[in-house]
């Protein structure tokens, strides 16, 4: 017998098949063509596969597809269609942050979740929103600034 979940993908209706307790990520990768998340360690400890789910920043490689039936998942896909996001692709743009980029959708996903609910994080808040996510380029201190600068950006918006 087949199953199927449906929930909002990056604001539009989608469904999966038969998809049981597969992580969210291989079917975002797999099966909708969405590359932009990524997969590092498979255990929730490095953080390159952060997506949002109903608005909070969860690990995609662990996170079964039964748990999302109804949910809103947004990837870094996403980003370049949302105020937030962009402001934040444009911080990151300028102050180069990242080299590789294997972590920087991760990072972008959590802290896109951090400005939802706090649109002028200080810096304590910015730097426990990243203590998960692993760099292994060295790029920490233009992150830093760059989701700082993205944050005095928006801390002017409605």
């Not at 949910?71 to 870094?76: F, K, L, M, S, Y």
């Amino acid at each position: 017998m087949s199953s199927s979940i449906a929930f909002q993908l990056n604001g539009s209706a989608a469904q999966v098949d038969d998809a049981g307790d597969e992580p969210l990520l291989f079917v975002l990768r797999n099966r909708l063509d969405l590359k932009a998340t990524h997969f590092g360690c498979g255990l929730e400890q490095c953080g390159a596969c952060v997506v949002s789910v109903d608005g909070q920043a969860r690990y995609s490689c662990t996170l079964p597809m039964s748990a999302l039936a109804g949910a809103e998942v947004t990837t870094p896909e996403a980003l370049r269609d949302d105020p937030v996001g962009v402001a934040l692709l444009e911080a990151f743009e300028a102050e180069q942050a990242g080299q590789c980029g294997y972590c920087i959708s991760g990072i972008l996903m959590r802290i896109h979740a951090l400005f939802k609910t706090e649109r002028r994080p200080g810096r304590a808040a910015i730097l426990a929103a990243l203590d998960k996510h692993l760099c292994r380029c060295g790029a920490h201190g233009s992150i830093l600034r760059a989701v700082e600068r993205a944050a005095a950006r928006l801390g002017g918006e409605a």
